[in-house]
């Protein structure tokens, strides 16, 4: 069964210095993974994502994701934050032959806090 | 502004009652998805609709139904409500059949059983 593990639920950064939001997830297949945002009061945003293309994955607003199979591993990172940045980030796995049909499952998130 | 509305925004109920969630996708999109989000069970997939019919499943309760209509709009119902029913529920619209083209969310509309 496919799942996906974000290793922080709340992860509390300075601007100006960088980000890592680290997930883990598990497929019986090749999977295509997201990261989605959201903040506060609003829908999630698509950030990125990685379907067995280029396993560096670039975004938007400067963030970017690296898919590393030996380690299932699909960190989401940028260089130096933005107070905007503050949100709840999502990472989320698609496993187009597993039993979710293909669909979305999500992480818990992990809550960003910038500090000025 | 992801161009995905959803109505009401916030809705507060009784148990046992039952209330029809309305979703509008995004201008040319068929794919419409319900999820479901709580503080225990997270983010989870309800539903699927393409272009009118059920594409897939997901963690969906029997006391709730879906149904897309031939203006792409698509409603949510959910009866005998209980308790832990409160969550935000959110509709995506996509413009493919497959979920693993970008999903545009709505804002959601929170639900809140008494």
């Known amino acids: 069964a496919q799942s996906v593990t974000q290793l922080d639920s709340h992860v509390s950064v300075s601007e100006g210095t960088p980000v890592l939001l680290r997930c883990n997830y598990s497929?019986?297949?090749?999977?295509?993974l997201f990261w989605y945002v959201q903040h506060p009061n609003k829908g999630l945003q698509l950030l990125l994502k990685y379907t067995s293309a280029a396993t560096l994955v670039k975004g938007i607003n400067g963030f970017e994701a690296e898919f590393k199979k030996s380690e299932t591993s699909f960190h989401l990172t940028k260089p130096s934050a933005h107070m905007s940045d503050a949100a709840e980030y999502f990472c989320v796995v698609s496993d187009r032959y597993g039993g979710s049909q293909g669909n979305l499952i999500f992480g818990k998130g992990t809550k960003l806090s910038v500090k000025p | 502004d992801s161009g995905v509305t959803q109505t009401p925004k916030h809705l507060i109920t009784a148990t046992g009652q039952r209330v029809t969630l309305r979703c509008s996708p995004r201008s040319g999109d068929l794919s419409v998805y319900w999820y479901q989000q709580s503080l225990d069970q997270g983010l989870q997939f309800l539903i699927q609709y393409y272009n009118g019919e059920e594409r897939a499943k997901g963690n969906i309760l029997e006391r709730f139904s879906a149904q897309q209509f031939p203006d792409l709009h698509s409603e949510l119902n959910l009866s005998s409500l209980e308790l832990g029913d409160s969550a935000l529920y959110f509709c995506?619209?996509?413009?493919?059949?497959?979920?693993?083209?970008?999903?545009?969310f709505g804002p959601g509309t929170r639900l809140t059983v008494l």
């Open positions: 497929s019986s297949y090749s999977p295509s």
């Open positions: 995506a619209s996509s413009s493919s059949g497959t979920p693993f083209n970008e999903q545009f």
